[in-house]
């Protein structure tokens, strides 16, 4: 009973298209899978001489970073001037939120720059949400919201890129058992990774952690939990890594980086007990010897890199797709 | 000024009263009911027909944000909210700035607050000084300067030892002492209930242990110190299980709940609504659940507003940057009817948990419509619906999870000590 819950979905507009991508959550698996159809193209895109297109000239979009991110940054970066776009790049935490401007009031600064799209990166849970909501209370729904990772809550472009690398490999989700290892409850990844696949059809996904690392009720999130990694790997045929932060180590969620890597460290070891054509994938920056062997980032099932060329055409279509709605 | 309050359904909590009963009132107090004394001729008739005369709402949590935080709120935008939502009595939490630690602070608060039409305000003084739970308060000292308990707000007091002694030391002035239950390591950083929508939002949460655990020490030491213990806010099942079982062990400890988590749960953070950012936070359905339960049967004594007047700045962030709080004073009301219709209490219990239970607590005399009572009474239209929207509040705080939505009942008059200090009928 959410008797006063009187918010809409910011993300859909009237016509039950995307006006902003804020999560994965709740999107029906047909928007999914077109923008996984319309990514494909856009892959070519990259092996031209001239890599662009022009479905975005003259549109301005601005990577708003209140958190530090050189990747995540840069893909958006290279997949918006692909399109054709003006790209304006702002890390706020080195500008205006230490003067204490208020994420709103940037916002409207920048709006009134006249912005078509957004893309923003927030420490904050929910915070695109807020610039949705106050850019529709405004009247300004002509500008575009895309969460490039916020707080603990998602990262739908990533989910959508690890969904097109999946797809690549495997063709079909409701074939696939499919095993997320790592630090669950402080990414944002793995909700999207979770959301993704099970809207997508995925029979089984698996999450497998030390209790530490698992938010409280994520079985209701529709996945299985293994404590015992070598359990949780057996028979698999997808292997999702998660980053492990440096700074888990304190605040008592972990002993040391070494028990880490001993008890849920990717080794070739482990990797052979999930299916032999098993692809191991991870968001990166990795850290090799914590969550991940060397022999294992560097060998023949890894897809790491695969992963962030097919990165920037899963951006490059969902920008398309939301300048387009 | 004697006035004759006319036609209206009583209802009394206090002498379990409900019928259809006149008030007289003359000096500020309640001369007659049901028959005028001897000679009274009334100099102003109020219609109450179609209306309950109840006495006026005592609320037990309601920040008025002076001093300090004028900017969210000031005494005349609050009282102006008490009177329009029928409370005349409430008691404010001592988290201002400066912290009523000090009796000069009280003194200059009370001093404020004495208006004919603003509602008796008993301020709580703080348990230690700053809140900070290091060192005690003068509590004798600012018990004389006007407070009524003592208690830390939302703070708690880390260092167990400190707390015993607090308790200790009110104990022997038997000075009740008021206490959030929740452990602070385990609610750090938390902005959500540690359950299945923190865990898809990615909002870190607060276990419900930091209630329960916080609540075992407090009545551990209720029972070490004989302290009169009241534990505000309470937000779980589990512990209102605990406060029923201490009770039944002999411990005299009470307890309330605000509306908030009478009517709402985890569900209504919705996608990140900072309105919904409480302190503690809204838990499942099922501590909801037991929440109305066990209000609706006294193992919870009284409902509160929790009032918490946030300016939109304050608001107007990410869930977890967001000010925690919502304005409640003009929904305490609405939101006790709407929650005796849907569990289907009768007024006289429903409106007891708003009025002589809570004054109970605050240990004065007041919430009760008996013969000589002070005239605090609001009347108020069962029938007609109050809308929630900024427009309609006179709170400063426009900050409320309900905004937008249509609740029972509407103040009609509200008269504190027997002068009129609100008229509804002007709207």
Redesign the interface.
Known sequence: MNAFGTQQNPQLNGHGELQHLLTIEGLPREVLMRILDTAAPFTEVAEREVKKVPLLRGKSVFNLFFENSTRTRTTFEIAAKRLSADVINLNINTSSASKGETLLDTTDNLAAMQADMFVVRHASSGAPYLIAQHLAATGRDHIHVVNAGDGRHAHPTQGLLDMYTIRHYKTDFTQLTIAIVGDVLHSRVARSQIHALTTLGVPEVRVIAPKTLLPTGVERLGVRVFNDMREGLRGVDVVMMLRLQNERMQGALLPSTQEYFKSYGLTPEKLALAKPDAIVMHPGPMNRGVEIDSAVADGGQAVILPQVTFGIAVRMAVMAMLAGN | MKIHIRNGRLIDPASKTDKLLDLFIAAGRIVGVGAAPAGFEANSVLNATGCIVCPGLVDLAARLREPGFEYKATLESEMAAAAAGGVTRLACPPDTDPVLDEPGLVEMLTHRARLPEFAHVHPVGALTTQLEGKSLTEMAELNEAGCVAFGQANRAIVDTQVLLRAMMYAATFDFPVWLQAQDPFLARKGVAH???V????????I?VAAETIALATILHLARETGARVHVTRISSAAGVEMVVAARAAGIAVTCDVAIHHL???E??I?????HARLDPPLRS?RDREALRTGLASGAINALCSDHTPVDD?GK??????AEVGATGLELLLPLTLKWAQEVKLPLVTALARVTSDPARILGVKAGSLASGAVADICVFDPAAAFRVSRENLRSQGKNT?????ELPGRVRYTLIGGHLAYDGTLN
Request: aromatic share 12%; with cysteine.
């Open positions: 540690d359950g299945e923190a865990a898809r939002l990615g909002l870190a949460g276990p009517h709402l749960c569900m209504d919705g996608f990140f609504n900072a359905v700045d107007q962030m990410p869930f977890d940057e999870p309900f905004l937008g939505s």
